[in-house]
Every structure is written in structure tokens, then in C-alpha cells.
Nanobody, 125 residues
Framework: QVQLVESGGGLVQTGGSLRLSCTAS????????VSWFRQAPGKEREFVGV????????NYADSVKGRFTISRESAKNTVYLQMNSLKPEDTAVYYC??????????????????WGQGTQVTVGS
């Protein structure tokens, strides 16, 4: 049975850093596109970034580019989201998602078959 589990969220002050983890079971993440999305209360789900399968160069939303980094540790079946220089507007529930569709629209949430439960990130001043 496929399961994705996010961890690493918490409370951090403006300018701080967090590293989120997405660990999979029942699925080999290296064979899937893995994206991070976030959703703040009352807001639409927002694409954060994607690590495409067979592609070493992740892509990021403009809002996080230069601050967030996605990486894979395939031996642990884990994908990370390193978040630096955090801002209050980064406050959201962060989700990882895995998909295998051949598509250029990987920023669309409906392209992903598997989702984690989310982890809360709160950035205060």
C-alpha cells in the first residue's frame, strides 16, 4: 500500500530555516515526479516545486525560488524540501505528492496520484 509521510514542520521565526521530509512506502520515489505544494487557511493550494523523475534540476515557483531547494535521498526513499529565509507568507500546510504521468503540467495538483497528509509550517516574527 502506498503511503507518503511528511515530517519536519514546526514553528520558526522569520529568516529561519526548516527541512521537510517526504518518505514513501509501497512506492519508489526515484521513479516518480515528486512535488511540494502548500495551502494556507482560506487559500488555494499552491505549487511550490517539483523534482521530476529522470531530471536532476528541480523547478520552483517564483515565490520560493532562491530560498527553497528540493533534493532526493533515494537510499532512504525520501525527498526533502529545504526552506531557508522563511517569511510569514510561507506559513501553510505543506504536502508532498508523487506522480508518474508524462506531462509538462506538473504544477497541477491533479497530475499526482499519491499525497501525504501534510505538515504545518508556521513562520512568525
Amino acid at each position: 500500500q502506498v503511503q507518503l509521510v511528511e515530517s519536519g514542520g514546526g514553528l520558526v521565526q522569520t529568516g529561519g530555516s526548516l527541512r521537510l521530509s517526504c518518505t514513501a512506502s509501497g512506492l519508489t520515489l526515484s521513479s516518480y515526479h515528486v512535488s511540494w505544494f502548500r495551502q494556507a487557511p482560506g487559500k488555494e493550494r499552491e505549487f511550490v516545486g517539483v523534482a521530476r523523475r529522470y531530471n536532476s534540476n528541480p523547478n520552483y515557483a517564483d515565490s520560493v525560488k532562491g530560498r527553497f531547494t528540493i533534493s532526493r535521498e533515494s537510499a532512504k526513499n525520501t525527498v526533502y524540501l529545504q526552506m531557508n529565509s522563511l517569511k510569514p507568507e510561507d506559513t501553510a500546510v505543506y504536502y508532498c505528492a508523487a506522480g508518474s504521468q508524462v506531462t509538462s503540467a506538473l504544477m497541477r495538483s491533479d497530475m499526482y496520484a499519491y499525497w501525504g497528509q501534510g505538515t504545518q509550517v508556521t513562520v512568525g516574527s
